[in-house]
C-alpha cells in the first residue's frame, strides 16, 4: 500500500513538472537529512568549543578580528563587531553577546568602559560606548601567524584561523557553556595558577586534581565534582556571616545567581513562611554586600541552615564535559583535558622552536654568504660580465672555494640575494661586526637545539614564566569546602499554627475555629495518639481526618528519640491497667499503629508527651470493689525504663482504674549528650564523627578560641556555626584556664596571660587592640609549656624552656599579663603533654527494636508481628532498653 502511495505522489510529481516546465522535489527524506545537518552544524559550530584551542568558532573569530586591528590602542566594540562579520556568517548580536562574555571574564580582553557587572546581572552598555584590546596575555599566549593552520572564510573573500595556536590550557580556565542539538555542554572555570600548576604536574609524569574556581568567590564543595563528566555534581553556597545576633551579610555569592536574583529567592521563601526577614537591603558595588535583618529572638545559626535549604544560597552544578575533537563531539575528564592542552601546548613550542631553528640556520647561511661575498671581493667578477647568467655564474664560481664550512648547498636564490646588496652596505663593511653576528646566531642555534632537546623542562620553563607575568592576583576565590546536609524540617521556620478537633478527628492549619495545639511548618509530619491505644504519623495539611477521639498531636521528628511518651492504658474491655514509656523513631506515614497489646475495648487513661524525657508522678484511683482496701497510690514514670512502642509495658494495676491525675511533674531521666566535632565541615555532631568534646546537659557550654584573638562561649546546638579561624574548641568547665601568649604591637613584646573564660553572649577579646597586636597561640591545655628559641644573631642564649602554669598566676581576662622575654626572639614552640582522652562508643541513633519493630523495618515491607501474650511485665522484645540504662538521643 505504501508502495502505491509513493508511486502515485511520484507521477503526480512528474506530471506537474511536465505542466509547470520546473522540477520538483519530493519532500519525502528531506527532513531526516536536513535535521542531520542541522545538528552537525550546530553541534560542531555554534555551541560546543574546540579541544585545540578552547574556542567556540564565534571567539575564534572575534579573536582573530581583534588582532586584525590590534596597534596597541582600544578598538570601540561596535568596530570589532563589524570586523568580526568578515568571518562569522551570524548577526551583530550575537557577536556582541560573545565579546562581553570574554571580556567579562578578565583574560584574553583588555577593557575599557561599562561592560556589565556579573555580580548584579546588568548589563554592558551599547557596543558605540564600550572598549576593547588584546590583553597582553592573549597576544603571548593565542597568537602566532608561523603556527597557525588558516583556512577560507565563509564567503572565500578572507584567510581565517583553522584553530588558534593556543599555549596554556584555556578551555579549564575560561569555562564554557553551550546547549546545541540533542547535546549540551557544561565546562567550569578554574583558577588560572592552579592550571599552570597542574601542567607542570603533567610535564614531571604526576596526575594532577584540579577543582573549579568561580570570579564571584563564594564556597563549593567538590566531593561529587566527577572530574567534571556527566553524573557529578558541584555544591555552591554563598559566604554568610554573622554581624551581630539581628543581622547577616552575604558578601559572597554563588556562581550562577546574581544578587537580584539571591534576593528574590530570599524573599520568596520568607513570603512562604520558611524564613523569617525583618528587611534585606543590597549595597553591591564592586564587591557583593547583602544585608539580612532578621527578627529578634530567632537563631542566626538557624537562620543561616534557612537560607542554604530554602534559597539560592546554596544552589548545585551538574558539569557535562563535552568538547570537539577531530570534528566529532568527546566527554572527556578534566584531567584529560589537561594532559591533551599541555600535550598541545608542548607540541607548539616544539614546532615554534623548529622554525625558529631553520630560520636562525638561513640567517647563518646568508650571513656567512654575505661574509664570504665581500671579504673576497666576489663582487669584482661580474664587472665584466655582459649577460644575468654570467653574472650568477661569475659569483657561483667565486664562491665554490670558500662554501665548504656551509651547511647547505649555495642555491641560485642565495646568489640573487648576493646581488642585491647595495655598494653603501659593501663599502662600509666590518669583518669584525660579521664574526660577531656570526656568534651570536651560532650562541642562539645552540640554546635552541638544547631546548629542543630537553623540550620538557623548557616547557615547565614557559608554564612558570607565564605564572610569574600573570599570575598575580588571580589566586583562588572560591573555598574549598566540604559542606554538611541540611535537613529542612529542622531549620524551617514554624509559619502555621497546628489546630485539631478531638471528638470529630481532624487536625490541620486550616481549622481556625477549634483547639490550637501548638506552632509548625508546611513540610513537617504530625503525630497523632487516639483513646483506642492507636498511633498514626502523616503530613501536616490544610484539613485531614485521622481518627475520632485524638487524645494528643505534635509535630514529629524522625529519629527523635528525646521526646519520650508516657501511657496508661487499660488493656481490653475490662482488664488489667498497663503502663509504659516509649520513644517513636521511624514509622511508615498514614498507618495505624496499635500501642496497647491488641484486646478489643483497650483505651488510653493517661497520656503525656515530653520533649526531654521527663518522667511526672501521677496520681492513681481505683474503681472500688469488695475486699479492695487500698483505693488510692502515686506512681512514679521515672521508675520505668524506656522501651520501644511495640512493647506491652508493665502492669500498674490488676484492678479497674477509674482515674489518673497529673500530680507533680518530674525531670529527665534521659543521659547527658554526647558531643564530637568534626573539623571537616566545622558543626557538632552526635555520630562519633571528629573530635570528642564531651556529655553535656543543661546549661552546658562550648568554650572554641579562635586566631584573631578572641573566645567565644555557645551552647550545644547541633546547629551552631563557628567562625572561620578556629584554633581550639573544647566543654566550658569551671576550672578551665585559657593560657595565651601575643605580640603586644604597642610596646613590642611577647605577653602571657592566664584566665578564667566567663560565660559571655558575645565574643571576648584578650589580646590587646594595637593593630599590630596578634596572638601566638592560646591553649587549655592544664599543663601549658613552651621552648624558646633565641635568635643568635642579637644573642648567644640557650634555648630555654618555660612552665607557664610557674610563670605567671590565674588572672582576670582583662590584664595584660607578664612580658616573656626582653630577648629576641627566633620562635616560641608549645610543649604539652600528651592527654589522654577516653572515647565513648557510639550509641546507635535508634534504639534496638522490638520484634515488631524489627519487622518493620525489614525489606519493603513494615507489618506488625503478633505481641507476646505475656501476664505481667513486658514482652520479651528486643527494643526495650534494661532498666537502669540510659541512652544518647538525637
Known amino acids: 500500500m505504501a508502495e502505491e502511495e509513493n508511486d502515485v505522489s511520484q507521477n503526480g510529481a512528474e506530471r506537474e513538472e511536465e505542466h509547470t516546465g520546473e522540477k520538483v522535489i519530493p519532500v519525502s527524506g528531506l527532513y531526516e537529512n536536513w535535521f542531520l545537518d542541522y545538528a552537525s552544524y550546530v553541534i560542531l559550530e555554534r555551541a560546543v568549543p574546540a579541544l585545540n584551542d578552547g574556542f567556540k568558532p564565534v571567539h575564534r573569530r572575534i579573536m582573530h578580528a581583534m588582532k586584525d586591528l590590534d596597534d596597541g590602542r582600544y578598538n570601540k566594540v561596535a568596530n570589532i563587531i563589524g570586523h568580526t562579520m568578515k568571518y562569522h556568517p551570524h548577526g551583530d548580536a550575537s557577536i556582541g553577546d560573545a565579546l562581553v562574555q570574554l571580556g567579562q571574564k578578565d583574560l584574553l580582553v583588555d577593557t575599557q568602559g561599562n561592560w556589565g557587572n556579573t555580580l548584579t546581572g546588568d548589563s554592558s552598555a551599547a557596543p558605540r560606548y564600550i572598549e576593547a584590546r588584546l590583553s597582553k596575555f592573549a597576544l603571548e599566549v593565542v597568537f602566532n601567524a608561523k603556527t597557525t593552520d588558516w583556512g577560507v572564510s565563509y564567503d572565500g573573500r578572507n584567510k581565517e584561523p583553522i584553530f588558534l595556536p593556543v599555549k596554556f590550557p584555556l578551555l579549564l580556565a575560561q569555562g564554557a557553556e553551550g546547549i546545541a542539538v540533542g547535546l549540551a555542554c557544561k565546562i567550569l572555570p578554574h583558577n588560572f595558577n592552579e592550571l599552570i600548576d597542574g601542567s607542570i604536574a603533567v610535564l614531571r609524569g604526576k596526575s594532577p586534581k584540579v577543582y573549579p574556581d568561580f570570579p564571584n568567590g563564594g564556597m563549593a564543595d567538590f566531593s561529587n565534582y566527577n572530574e567534571g563528566l556527566r553524573g557529578g555534581k558541584v555544591r555552591l553556597r554563598a559566604k554568610i556571616r554573622q554581624e551581630d545576633k539581628k543581622t547577616l551579610v552575604i558578601d559572597e555569592i554563588p556562581h550562577g545567581t546574581t544578587t537580584s536574583s539571591l534576593i528574590e529567592s530570599i524573599i520568596r521563601a520568607n513570603d512562604k513562611g520558611k524564613i523569617k526577614i525583618r528587611k534585606i537591603e543590597d549595597n553591591t558595588s564592586d564587591k557583593a554586600e547583602i544585608i539580612i535583618h532578621i527578627p529578634p529572638g530567632l537563631s542566626p545559626d538557624k537562620t543561616i541552615d534557612a537560607l542554604y535549604a530554602f534559597t539560592d544560597c546554596e544552589i548545585g552544578i551538574s558539569p557535562n564535559a563535552c568538547i570537539i575533537d577531530n570534528d566529532k563531539p568527546r ?154 546536609t541540611i535537613e529542612a524540617s529542622k531549620v524551617v521556620v514554624a509559619n502555621k499554627k497546628l489546630y485539631v478537633n478531638r471528638q470529630e478527628g481532624f487536625i490541620g492549619y486550616g481549622l481556625k475555629k477549634d483547639e490550637v495545639v501548638g506552632e509548625c511548618s508546611d513540610i513537617d509530619d504530625i503525630i497523632v495518639f487516639k483513646e483506642d491505644g492507636t498511633m498514626q504519623v502523616t503530613k501536616i495539611d490544610n484539613k485531614k481526618f485521622v481518627g475520632k477521639n485524638i487524645v494528643h498531636a505534635g509535630v514529629w521528628k524522625k529519629g527523635d528519640k528525646r521526646t519520650i511518651y508516657n501511657m496508661i492504658y487499660q488493656d481490653g474491655a475490662a482488664g488489667k491497667a498497663m503502663v509504659k514509656r516509649f520513644a517513636v523513631n521511624s514509622i511508615t506515614r498514614d498507618k ?299
Open 592 to 890: 495505624d499503629y496499635d500501642l496497647t497489646a491488641g484486646n478489643k475495648g483497650s483505651k488510653v487513661l493517661y497520656f503525656s508527651a515530653n520533649p526531654n524525657g521527663e518522667a511526672e508522678v501521677v496520681h492513681v484511683k481505683l474503681r472500688s470493689r469488695p475486699n479492695l482496701k487500698k483505693l488510692r497510690f502515686d506512681f512514679d514514670f521515672a521508675e520505668l525504663a524506656i522501651k520501644g512502642r511495640g512493647a506491652k509495658g508493665n502492669t500498674l494495676s490488676k484492678n479497674i482504674v477509674s482515674k489518673v491525675e497529673l500530680k507533680e511533674k518530674g525531670s529527665s531521666t534521659l543521659a547527658p549528650r554526647k558531643i564530637w566535632f568534626d573539623d571537616v565541615v566545622q558543626r557538632l555532631n552526635v555520630d562519633g564523627r571528629g573530635t570528642y568534646l564531651g556529655t553535656f546537659k543543661g546549661d552546658d557550654k562550648i568554650l572554641t578560641i579562635y586566631q584573631p584573638g578572641y573566645y567565644k562561649t555557645t551552647s550545644f546546638d547541633l546547629s551552631t556555626r563557628f567562625d572561620e579561624e578556629l584554633t581550639e574548641i573544647k566543654k566550658l568547665e569551671s576550672d578551665t584556664v585559657i593560657t595565651a601568649v601575643y605580640w603586644e604591637g604597642e610596646k613590642e613584646q611577647y605577653n602571657v596571660k592566664r584566665f578564667n573564660p566567663e560565660v559571655s553572649q558575645k565574643p571576648v577579646e584578650f589580646i590587646t587592640e594595637h593593630e599590630n597586636s596578634h596572638l601566638e597561640y592560646a591553649t587549655t591545655h592544664p599543663e601549658p609549656k613552651l621552648n624558646l628559641q633565641f635568635d643568635k644573631r642579637s644573642n648567644d642564649r640557650e634555648d630555654e624552656e618555660i612552665d607557664l602554669v610557674e610563670f605567671i598566676s590565674v588572672k582576670g581576662v582583662a590584664a595584660m599579663g607578664n612580658r616573656l622575654t626582653p630577648h629576641k626572639v627566633k620562635s616560641i614552640d608549645r610543649i604539652e603533654p600528651e592527654i589522654e582522652v577516653e572515647e565513648p562508643e557510639v550509641e546507635p541513633v535508634e534504639a534496638e527494636k522490638s520484634q515488631s519493630d524489627k519487622s518493620e523495618d525489614s525489606a519493603t515491607g513494615e507489618s506488625e508481628t503478633k505481641k507476646e501474650k505475656s501476664n505481667d511485665d513486658e514482652s520479651d522484645d528486643d527494643d526495650g532498653i534494661p532498666p537502669g540504662s540510659q541512652v544518647t538521643l538525637f
Open 331 to 484: 566527554f572527556l575528564s578534566v584531567t584529560e583535558m589537561l594532559k591533551l592542552s599541555t600535550e598541545e601546548t608542548v607540541r607548539l613550542l616544539t614546532l615554534e622552536l623548529e622554525i625558529r631553528r631553520n630560520e636562525l640556520n638561513e640567517s647563518w647561511h646568508f650571513s656567512s654568504l654575505e661574509k664570504i661575498f665581500i671579504e673576497n671581493r666576489i663582487y669584482r667578477d661580474i664587472e665584466e660580465a655582459e649577460t644575468w647568467e654570467a653574472v650568477l655564474k661569475n659569483i657561483d664560481d667565486g664562491l665554490k672555494p670558500h662554501v665548504k664550512h656551509l651547511k647547505r648547498e649555495v642555491t641560485e636564490d642565495d646568489i640573487i640575494r648576493l646581488t642585491e646588496i647595495k655598494i653603501k652596505r659593501i663599502s662600509k663593511f666590518d669583518s669584525f661586526k660579521a664574526d660577531e653576528i656570526l656568534s651570536r646566531l651560532e650562541d642562539e642555534l645552540e640554546q635552541v637545539a638544547y631546548n629542543l632537546d630537553h623540550i620538557t623542562e623548557f616547557a615547565i620553563d614557559y608554564f612558570k614564566n607565564l605564572k610569574k607575568k600573570y599570575g598575580a592576583g588571580r589566586e583562588r576565590k572560591t573555598e574549598i569546602k566540604t559542606f554538611d
